[in-house]
Structure formats: structure tokens, C-alpha cells
């Protein structure tokens, strides 16, 4: 009979996915190791304390749930606040509120009714004519008009995508919702909140007890990482596990400038969005304000969307059809392999809310741990 290996699970990558099947597995005995690449754990939820400040390093991270039990878990390892998102846009030095509402449609139009708001979308839309939209910026206006779309959407998409609106397929905006009431919440959801002290004490108390080795890629000795362990959950990207074999999967990044400002209050709000095409940036982001911070510096960080190289981080997926069908030869060969589970964003090429991730890993979890040990 084989040997029993040193450890039941390796975990490779710590962020959110593998911080919580960690700590599933431990609480039902199961002797787990988690490598991460990175120095540090958390994944892209990690914060670095600057000006004693939680900056958000990898971009700006709010949580938000419909779902009282995910809610509930999280809560159970560190108290969230009352952060409500509301995010401001500037175009061109005018302000307005988003996500698009009743405060929006007054500083677009000075229209103070919804029957007005909805009157002016409407004759919009009319105006256009676009019965069938072929592309990004057809279907944004046939949604919701030029104004809204010139102002506040075009610019920021394209930056975002680094391609011209009426090049991007329209599939990417399904929906744009509008609301005829004056309320700024950026949400639906039932809850939000930002970790008090930051996503690191969420990290820190999923992983208390969880033997870690930082600085450590899988891929340094695969077969050595695969060996320590009876089963392996993967959270890195699918197709450098298969060894791109059917190509490289695609991805937009982002570049982020992080900056000391001697001041103790420098945009009044956590996010504020540029959506002009000429500013280079997509937003910019004021960390303070996630924890109602009231040091006397502040840290701002810009957002720079870029084309993404091998040697950057891969933010978002580019779910088109040709990278999909790629993605989809890998997770057939995932679905055959009996001592390892794929999760997470990387390896699902998906991108997921932070709740959504912790609902998957409970899921598969439970999956591994339901039946008596
Ligand atoms: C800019 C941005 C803003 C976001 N804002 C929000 C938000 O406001 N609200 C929200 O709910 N969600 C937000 N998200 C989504 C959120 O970041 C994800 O849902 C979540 O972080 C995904 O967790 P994960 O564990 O799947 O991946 P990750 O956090 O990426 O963790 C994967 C880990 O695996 C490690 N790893 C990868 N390959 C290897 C390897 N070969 N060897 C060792 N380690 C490896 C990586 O270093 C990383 O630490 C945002 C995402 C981005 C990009």
C-alpha cells in the first residue's frame, strides 16, 4: 500500500478561495499546507498599511451579499462596517453621482421627477433609431441614451478595454441599470461593508491555523508540490498548469500609482471615477474613506488600465469567444483529474465578486467534507 502523504491538502494561493477551503479542511482535521507566489496572503485582497491607512493593493474591494449566510461567515471572523458605495463621476471637471439615479438625471438635465427623468432616456433612445445594436456604443445608447452614455460611459469603457466603443461587441453591456429614485447605494444588495482594520484580519483569522510558505510558485517543482500532498486545490491559472497547450488565455490589467498626499482630505470620497477618454486613469481612489479614516495624511491611488503581458497580474478575463473556447478544452481536462480541484477566479477564467468566491469554496468544501471523515 502507498505511503501516506505528509499532508492531506496542498492549497495553492492564498487568496479568498483557498483561505476559506483551508479552513474548512482544517476544521474537519484535514492537515493543510497553502503556497502563494506572492509575499504576502490574501490574494487581491490584500492591504498594506500605509500612513496607517488599509490601502487596497490591488484595487478597490467592497464587500457586498445578498446571501445572510456568506454574510454571516465573514462577519464571524472580522466585524464589518456600515460602508455604503456611492461612487462619484467627473467628466470633464462636471461632477455626478452613480450609479445612474434620480441625483444623476438633476445634475445631467435639472430634471426633478421620475415621469421627467424617464421621459428625457426615452426620447433618447427614440432618437437613435438603433432597433438591432452591432456594437458596444449602439447598445449602451439604446439602453439609455446619448447624454448618459457620452458622459459617463464611453470614455471609461474604452479606457477600460483600450479599444474604441463602437469596436467592442455589445454583448459586454447587457444591462444598464437606471433607478428613478434619489439613492446613490451602488448596490442592490442586502449587505456591505468594508473588514474594520482592513481585508487582512478576514485573511488572517480564515488561515489562523494553517501552516503558509510565502514567496513559493507552484510551477518552481510541480511535481514535488503535487507529491507532498494527497490532493492538491489549484486557484492559479488553468492553462499554465496545462502547460498552454492549447494557448494563453487572455486577460486585461491594470496598473495602479499609489501616492502619500499631506493633506487630510483630498477627493471626499473613496471612489471617484474619470470617465473622459483623455485622462488616462478609470478612477481614482481615496482608501481613508473605506474605514471613515481621519489620519491626518492620505493615500490616493490611480487606476490605469493596461494590455496584459505574461509578467503582469491578470485582472480581468477577456471572456470572448475565442478565449472561452480555449478556457473550455482546459476544464475538460480539469474535470478528469482525480487529486485535484480548480477554484477560484484564475483557474475558473471567470471573474467573480468576493462573495461568490467564498460561496464556491464553501460549496466544494462541503463537497470534500460532507461525508464522515
Ligand atoms: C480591480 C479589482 C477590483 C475588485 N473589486 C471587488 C469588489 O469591490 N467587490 C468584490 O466583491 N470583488 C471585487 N473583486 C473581485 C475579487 O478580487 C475576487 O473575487 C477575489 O479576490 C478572488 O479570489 P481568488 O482566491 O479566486 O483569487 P486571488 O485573490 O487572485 O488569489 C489567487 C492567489 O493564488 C496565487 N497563485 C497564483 N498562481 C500561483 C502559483 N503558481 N503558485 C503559488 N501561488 C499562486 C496568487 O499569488 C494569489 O495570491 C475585484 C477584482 C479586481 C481585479
Known sequence: MDEKKEYDYLIVGSGLFGAVFAHEAIKHGKKCLIIDKRNHIGGNVYCEKIEDINVHKYGAHIFHTNDKTIWDYVNS??????????PMANYKGQLFNLPFNMNTFYQLWGVKTPQE?????????????????????????????????????????????????????????????VRFTYDNNYFNDKYQGIPIGGYNKLIDGLLGNCEVRLGTDYFSNKQQWSDIAEHTVFTGNIDQFYEYRFGKLEYRSLRFEHEVLDEENHQGNAVVNYTERDIPYTRIIEHKHFEFGTQPKTVVTKEFPEDWTPEKEAYYPINDKKNNEIFEKYKMLGVDELNVTFGGRLANYQYYDMHQIIGSALKIASGHFSSPN
Request: without cysteine.
Open 77 to 86: 471572523f472580522v466585524e464589518f462596517n456600515r460602508y455604503t458605495n456611492s
Open 117 to 177: 427623468a424617464r421621459d428625457k432616456i426615452k426620447s433618447q433612445i427614440d432618437q437613435a433609431l438603433i432597433t438591432i445594436p452591432s456594437n458596444l456604443q449602439e447598445q449602451a445608447i439604446s439602453l439609455v441614451g446619448n447624454d448618459i452614455y457620452e458622459k459617463l460611459i464611453k470614455g471609461y469603457t474604452e479606457k477600460q478595454w483600450g479599444r474604441s466603443a463602437n469596436e467592442l461587441p455589445a454583448f459586454i453591456i447587457k444591462r444598464l441599470p
